[in-house]
């Protein structure tokens, strides 16, 4: 199991992500705020500015601080 810092002390489980993108754009805000009204929203962000939100397979939406690790980088699963 790989844990990838999403910032202040968290960190998820990396083989559990299915998209990690910007908190910017209209359809991400609506997915956030759908995830709040069914209790599946998980803010990690402390308080700060979202800048990467990461949606699980589990249906969660996880806010984050701290930006994703890069356009167009990929998660290797396996250890």
Same mark, same amino acid.
Request: aromatic share 2%.
């Given at each position: $199991? *790989? %844990?990838?810092?999403? !910032?202040? !002390?968290?960190?998820?489980?990396? !083989?559990?992500?299915?998209?990690?993108?910007? =908190?910017?754009? =209209?359809? #991400? /805000?609506? $997915? &956030?705020?759908?995830?709040?009204? /069914?209790?599946? %929203?998980?803010?990690?962000?402390?308080? *700060? *500015?979202? *800048? @990467? #939100?990461?949606? $699980?397979?589990?249906?969660?939406? &996880?806010?984050? @601080? /701290?930006?994703? #690790?890069?356009?167009?980088?990929?998660?290797?699963? !396996?250890?």
């Amino acid at each position: $199991m *790989k %844990l990838i810092d999403i !910032g202040y !002390g968290n960190a998820i489980n990396a !083989g559990r992500i299915i998209a990690a993108v910007s =908190a910017d754009a =209209a359809p #991400v /805000k609506r $997915m &956030i705020s759908a995830a709040r009204e /069914k209790n599946l %929203l998980v803010d990690a962000t402390c308080g *700060k *500015k979202t *800048k @990467a #939100v990461y949606i $699980m397979d589990s249906g969660h939406v &996880i806010l984050s @601080a /701290k930006q994703t #690790v890069g356009e167009g980088a990929t998660l290797s699963q !396996g250890d």
